[in-house]
């Protein structure tokens, strides 16, 4: 076994190590309808988990003007915040990240969240100690543009041969790939296995459980 090929294991959030994904898309929906807009599909709401606000609405809602954005912003907030306490960790992530820990991993977080809602995840679940260094969406390029990446290995001095992502959608993996990071998708989040088949990826797996094992046997 390869004990120590990575340093750092890159968390996406949403999708990823919280089971959110159904909130998230559900706000959207509501947001559209208390607008006015044409309420995206579930598949379509999923599929924009993990990119900024401005990137999704400019691929759920092309034509809304910018008083119309502003609005809509605000109603997918009020429904966000309403549900959130919804959202809880997937089982066994406690467990995998403190054997992680015990190996040595040291570990950071890179998601579309926006810097108040991590910090009140990370307060909710207790899990701000597991983590060295975050990065979010309104802190700089979005997924997946490499940024969020890139400073994240300027954070911790990491070299990018040294750096895993792990995350649920193609845009995770397409932020891998552009900052010339390995990753690992799971399957179980807001992209389904076909999809995320069409992006590069070491390895998919379907669980917590096939992650924390692929992590202990490769990482």
């Given amino acids: 076994m390869n004990t120590d090929r990575y340093e ?6 949403d999708g990823t190590l919280m089971d959110s994904t159904a909130v998230i898309a559900r706000s959207l ?11 995206p599909t ?6 924009v988990i993990g990119l900024n606000m401005a990137d999704t609405f400019q691929r759920v809602v092309p034509d809304l003007d910018e008083p119309g954005r502003v609005r809509l912003a605000e109603r997918y907030r009020h429904h966000f915040l309403a549900a959130e306490h919804e959202a809880p960790l997937f089982g066994g992530v406690r467990e995998m990240l403190a054997d992680l820990r ?7 977080v890179a998601t579309g969240k926006a810097r108040r809602g991590l910090e009140r995840a990370l307060d909710a679940t207790g899990l701000r100690e597991w983590f060295e260094a975050t990065r979010c969406a309104d802190e700089g390029f979005a997924k997946p543009h490499p940024g969020m ?10 070299e990018p041969a040294r750096a895993l992502m792990v995350g649920d959608t ?6 891998a790939a552009n900052a010339g990071v390995e990753a ?4 179980y989040g807001a992209h389904g296995e076909a999809l995320l088949a069409t992006r590069p990826a070491r390895a998919r797996v379907g669980s917590i459980a096939e992650l924390h094992r ?3 046997q490769n990482g």
Avoid: K, N, P
């Fill in 214 to 216: 692929w992590l202990a």
């Fill in 102 to 108: 015990g190996r040595g991993r040291r570990m950071a």
């Fill in 170 to 175: 193609t845009h995770d993996l397409e932020l």
């Fill in 29 to 39: 929906q509501a947001a559209c309808r208390d607008v006015g807009c044409i309420v």
């Fill in 184 to 187: 690992v998708a799971v399957t």
């Fill in 8 to 13: 750092l294991v890159i968390f996406d959030w």
């Fill in 149 to 158: 990446l890139l400073m994240l290995l300027e954070m911790t001095g990491v």
């Fill in 42 to 47: 579930e598949e379509e709401a999923l599929f």
